[in-house]
């Protein structure tokens, strides 16, 4: 019983994320959870699709990208944009909502998979602080063009936007992806990506196709990231250009890096305690301490300096056992 | 386009370009330095400009007698020792201890000390999120030339860009700190093999980009009167851009990068203000996948 527990990785993350669900289901319905906790879980787990598809990307990968809200600012708009347009149409009830969304998300997920594929293509090219820079400059074109485009909002952003993103609804999107990434990083295909981290040149010269995988890091990365922006805008009902700027890269690179770059385990454990921390505790904690919450960054940002500065590998080194299967 | 109109808007561009070419300079020295991107650098510019609006502030509530030349030069001398101190803080206090780590710590530590400075000023009560007029510290007189429009600003901003960058020439090519400095960015172990002290030469360097950088939030403040916390941000990305286009860690390709992006980006704005606004990283795109090495940049080749 204990061996077959262990060969089942799969079942044992699903039992966990059932139990997770009954949990915060039992925990919301008993009134433990408000509204405001529940929409703070909520942004955890949209955080857990974002950063787990960066760390495909940063640290299974190696490919160092900091644009990582353009690909989500794609999904956005255009599952978006799908859906404000969908729910003016007329519908006597015979097509289900939550089919329609996940078309629309996944509509999104396809846009910003697209993006992903031409930012990919310099990434053949450049490494290291280059391709930060090539990312970076990528995710301000994204958002520069769609300030511009008047069709969806331009500055004003996107607004009316249904309110579908059900906490049901994001919990299975966020397993599903964790599920996804984690069989991704155990296939060959993983080992693959894997390797041209540790070394492009000598994983070229056994045979790997270097090119095919960066590309598809990408283009996979943004995907996910794609469905967490769809995700994000259907739950503030609103999407807007400011949202999806280099900070906003930059608060899903933390997440990825506080955790520990190439541990999933850790960017799922930080997206949710930096979530927390950053909405719930430090608002908390000003308010007692009689300062504003205008200090909220100012403290975060001096977290992340002190956690840098005392653990530069984040909380969860690389190779965190929990992902790893024991026995192979 | 006209020829008057095509002056008017090189006058305008280089005015810009001198700016960026300022800020520009920063990040290049530190990179060569240290190979860091460092993302705080533009909001050394905002700590300089606030430094000066509070100096003068003050000084005018002492006196209004006070010569217009003589309260510029004092707030210059404000901008460069607070734009230096504030560069030397959060080198000594966030990027020394991360100096042998991976560097992508002490990339993400840049942004968490960039977020750091934007956030705290904007929290402080007595600064606040919200605009701020800055105050005349020189008379605009405008004049014209050939039909082109010129004013004291913008003489002064491309004047002022070119002494700082004969004086950081010369600091480099020409002073025992400047061989130090060409010395560390080609091999840190190797300088300091030879006597150079490394940590104290990476000072020096994090002081000047930092003055460099106040020296451009003056000159900024004063050309565009409104500051804000996040005032940097915009103008640090576009001089990062500059950088890149003139060849991280080249010191002359900092310089015609900057003036190179300020032409481009008032031509395209002239044209279309969406080009405008995204020439910048078009021109960053295109550089990287044409000459990642930038203009004058030196090609490096991979070892295995």
Not at chain 1, 304 to 320: D, F, N, Q, S, T
Request: hydrophobic letters at 55%; a positive charge; proline letters at 4%.
């Amino acid at each position: 019983m204990k061996k077959v527990w262990r060969n089942l990785p799969t079942l044992r993350l699903l039992i966990y994320a059932v139990a997770l669900y009954i949990l915060l289901m039992l925990l919301s319905s008993g009134g433990i959870l408000n509204d405001y906790l529940m929409i703070i879980i909520n942004i955890c787990l949209i955080y857990v699709i974002l950063a787990t598809s960066l760390n495909l990307i940063n640290g299974i990968t190696g490919l160092f990208s900091v644009g990582h809200m353009g690909f989500a600012a794609v999904g956005a708009y255009v599952a978006g944009t799908f859906t404000t347009l969908v729910w003016k149409l007329p519908n006597d009830g015979s097509v289900s909502t939550t089919l329609l969304f996940i078309v629309a998300l996944v509509l999104g997920g396809i846009g910003a998979a697209i993006v992903g594929a031409l930012i990919g293509m310099p990434a053949l090219r450049l490494k290291g602080d280059y391709l930060a820079i090539v990312t970076l400059g990528f995710g301000e074109i994204i958002r520069t063009i769609i300030n511009n485009i008047d069709a969806v909002g331009g500055p004003r952003g996107l607004l009316g936007i249904p309110a579908l993103s059900s906490f049901t609804i994001i919990f299975v999107a966020t397993v599903v992806t964790v599920l996804i990434l984690r069989y991704l990083v155990y296939s060959s295909h993983g080992r693959a990506m894997i390797s041209v981290r540790e070394d492009a040149t000598a994983a070229d010269l056994v045979g790997i196709n270097t090119t095919k995988y960066k590309v598809w890091a990408f283009v996979i990365g943004a995907f996910f990231a794609g469905i967490g922006g769809g995700l994000l805008a259907h739950l503030i009902q609103l999407a807007h250009p400011t949202q999806y700027g280099f900070y906003a890269s930059f608060l899903v690179l933390i997440v990825v890096y506080i955790g520990g770059v190439g541990s999933m385990t850790g960017s799922i454990l930080a997206a949710f305690v930096l979530t927390i921390l950053e909405k719930y505790l430090l608002p908390m904690l000003l308010q007692w301490a009689g300062l504003g919450v205008e200090w909220r960054m100012v403290i975060y940002s001096l977290l992340l300096i002190i956690v840098m500065i005392y653990r530069p590998e984040g909380l969860m080194p690389r190779e965190a056992k929990f992902m790893i299967p024991e026995d192979h | 386009m006209e020829l008057t109109t095509f002056f008017q808007q090189l006058i305008n561009g280089l005015q810009l370009g001198a700016i960026y070419a300022l800020i520009a300079l920063g990040y290049t020295m530190v990179y060569g330095i240290i190979r860091l991107i460092n993302f705080a650098h533009a909001d050394f510019l905002m700590v300089g400009a606030f430094a000066v609006y509070f100096f003068a502030s003050f000084i005018l509530t002492l006196t209004n007698a006070i010569p217009p030349i003589i309260l510029f030069i004092l707030g210059l001398i404000v901008a460069l020792v607070a734009g230096a101190l504030i560069a030397e803080l959060s080198n000594r206090l966030a990027y020394k201890p991360l100096r042998y780590k991976p560097r992508l710590s002490a990339l993400i530590t840049a942004v968490g000390v960039s977020m750091f400075l934007e956030y705290f000023f904007a929290s402080l009560p007595f600064i606040g999120p919200s605009f701020r007029a800055f105050p005349d510290l020189l008379k605009p007189v405008s004049f014209v030339v050939g039909g082109v429009y010129l004013n004291n600003i913008q003489l002064l901003d491309i004047g002022l860009a070119i002494v700082l960058m004969i004086l950081l020439t010369f600091i480099v090519n020409r002073t025992m700190m400047g061989k130090a400095m060409r010395a560390v960015s080609q091999d840190k172990d190797a300088a300091k093999l030879m006597g150079i002290n490394v940590e104290r030469t990476i000072t020096f360097v994090f002081l000047i980009g930092g003055a460099l950088a106040g020296a451009a939030g003056i000159l900024m403040a004063m050309t565009y009167p409104r500051i804000y916390p996040n005032m940097g941000i915009l103008p640090g990305l576009k001089a990062f851009v500059a950088a890149v286009l003139g060849g991280i860690g080249n010191i002359p390709g900092a310089m015609l990068g900057g003036f190179l992006l300020g032409i481009a980006e008032i031509y395209a704005t002239s044209y279309n203000s969406l080009l405008g606004e995204g020439i910048a990283f078009a021109i960053l795109i295109i550089v990287l996948l044409v000459r990642p090495q930038g203009l004058l940049g030196e090609k490096q080749s991979e070892k295995v």
